[in-house]
């Protein structure tokens, strides 16, 4: 069964960072490209950042683009997502996606999500 367990949200201070988590389980990680996707309040899902199965590519919405990084850590079938200077706009729910492949941007399995909420 493929599960992905997000961690690591919570709330922080503009200008602030965190880091996110999402355990992989139940599929070969390393063949599988792999994503961020985040929901603000009331608003539809945002595509925020992406990394080849292999880990060689990663690509970036623009609107964290030279904030957030996207990696991964293959023996511990771990994706990451590290924001800094963070902003009240990157409050959301964040979501990692399993691709259906090596670089399809179309997702089969999400996580539950983990809450980001920046404010003073």
């Known amino acids: 069964e493929v599960q992905l367990v997000e961690s690591g949200g919570g709330l922080v201070q503009p200008g602030g960072s965190l880091r996110l988590s999402c355990a992989a389980s139940g599929f070969t990680f390393s063949s599988y490209a792999m994503s961020w996707v985040r929901q603000a309040p009331g608003k539809g899902l945002e595509w925020v950042s992406g990394?080849?199965?292999?880990?060689?590519?990663?690509n970036y919405a623009d609107s964290v683009k030279g904030r957030f990084t996207i990696s991964r850590d293959k023996a511990k079938n771990t994706l990451y997502l590290q924001m800094n200077s963070l902003k009240p706009e990157d409050t959301a729910v964040y979501y990692c996606?399993?691709?259906?492949?090596?670089?399809?941007?179309?997702?089969?399995?999400w996580g539950q999500g983990t809450q980001v909420t920046v404010s003073s």
């Open positions: 990394i080849s199965n292999g880990g060689s590519l990663t």
């Open positions: 996606a399993k691709d259906r492949g090596t670089w399809s941007c179309e997702y089969d399995y």
